[in-house]
């Protein structure tokens, strides 16, 4: 997915709350990035192409 001249695709890191997310899933309108904490247990959040083009240029 192209967002403003920068290319997300699965596997990508991005950094948010001082926390690596990776990029797991792509869809039309939605971003979901993984979490793994040092316990093992993952987390996943679901973001707009929008916001993750926000944490990008930041």
Do not use: C, F
């Not at 967002?3 to 990508?12: C, P, Y």
């Not at 990776?22 to 993952?42: F, Q, R």
């Amino acid at each position: 997915m192209i967002i403003q001249q920068k290319l997300i695709k699965i596997g990508d890191r991005v950094i948010i709350d001082d926390k690596e997310w990776k990029v797991a899933e792509i869809k039309e309108n939605l971003v979901t990035l993984y979490h793994e904490n040092v316990e093992g247990s993952g987390q996943t959040i679901l973001m707009s192409p929008a916001e993750v083009k926000d944490i990008l240029s930041s």
